[in-house]
């Protein structure tokens, strides 16, 4: 017997079309090419730096809003939100903000400690109690975090930056849970290693190509890879997913040398 279930428009899922979404980090990489991916699917983009300059580049590009601040701080997080709402109702957040102090875990004091889990998780945790707030206001929507395969597996000089990352992923599957009977989805992609502007600075050539030897697939990951999938979490097409982590490597999670 033939299922009766209506069947859906699914590229139309994919649309965006009248939704405003702010994507913190905007300025370069991987929140460049989100910020692309987003606006080609029809949302009205917010993009968020701490620096004018690229936000503004990202923002004329895609024809979107350019929003300076720091999201570290609560009133960053409430300025942004306020300045998005001027454009219309906000129904989604990608938010890219992250980097790993490299190091021995023995290296570090409070202070550089402090800093690592700052600018990994509490972004994080002012997006969901702000931006979760306005996204549920707005009549739902969703919201899509940047992990790392760090957060799954242990990597040279990466201890305590893999210890935020895993935490992200964990606030993100709770969250998802606790979001979803406002309407509000909550994800996050984990890149494998990735070329952005940021590596590509300090990785050489022969770097490079040791890590495209590490990598099943054969090579490390581009930017406008990690956008594919947080397009589809922003989506309609992902509307039965939250509180998930996808983790978007090449293979290379999970995977060891043989001995043959």
């Known amino acids: 017997m033939s299922s009766s279930e209506a069947v859906p428009d699914y590229p139309n899922q994919l ?13 370069a990489g991987i929140g460049r090419q989100c910020s692309h991916a987003l606006a080609q699917a029809g949302a009205t983009v917010v993009c968020v730096g701490r620096r004018i300059e690229p936000v503004e580049a990202v923002a004329k590009e895609i024809g979107g ?9 609560s009133d960053g997080m409430e300025h942004v939100f ?18 790993g102090l490299m190091g ?20 994080a945790f002012l997006a969901l109690r702000v931006g979760g ?17 760090s957060g799954h597996t242990f ?3 990466q201890t305590l930056y893999g210890a935020a ?4 992923h964990r606030m993100v599957e709770s969250a998802g849970h606790e979001l979803a009977p406002l309407g509000v989805r909550v994800n996050a992609v984990a890149p494998g290693i990735t070329h ?10 022969a770097g490079w190509a040791r890590v495209d030897g590490y990598v099943p697939r054969g090579s490390a990951g581009r930017a406008s890879e990690i956008a594919g999938p947080v397009l589809f979490l922003m989506s309609d097409l992902a509307s039965y997913l939250t509180g998930q982590t996808i983790t978007v490597d090449g293979g290379l999670t999970g995977s060891f040398p043989s001995p043959f």
Request: hydrophobic fraction near 50%.
């Open 196 to 205: 952005t502007p940021r590596l590509d600075a300090l990785v050489d050539d």
């Open 15 to 27: 649309r965006l079309d009248g939704r405003v979404v702010v994507v913190l980090g905007a300025g």
């Open 165 to 168: 990352k895993a935490a992200l």
């Open 82 to 99: 306020a300045e998005a709402g001027r454009i219309g109702p906000v129904s989604g957040l990608v938010d890219i903000v992250g980097r």
């Open 65 to 73: 809003f350019a929003v300076t601040a720091d999201v570290i701080r």
């Open 133 to 149: 707030q306005a996204i549920a206001e707005a009549g739902g929507g969703a919201m899509v975090f940047i992990g790392s395969i």
């Open 104 to 123: 021995p875990v023995m290296s570090y004091d409070e202070a550089r400690y402090d800093d690592q889990f700052d600018v990994v998780l509490r972004h």
């Open 155 to 157: 990597s040279a000089g």
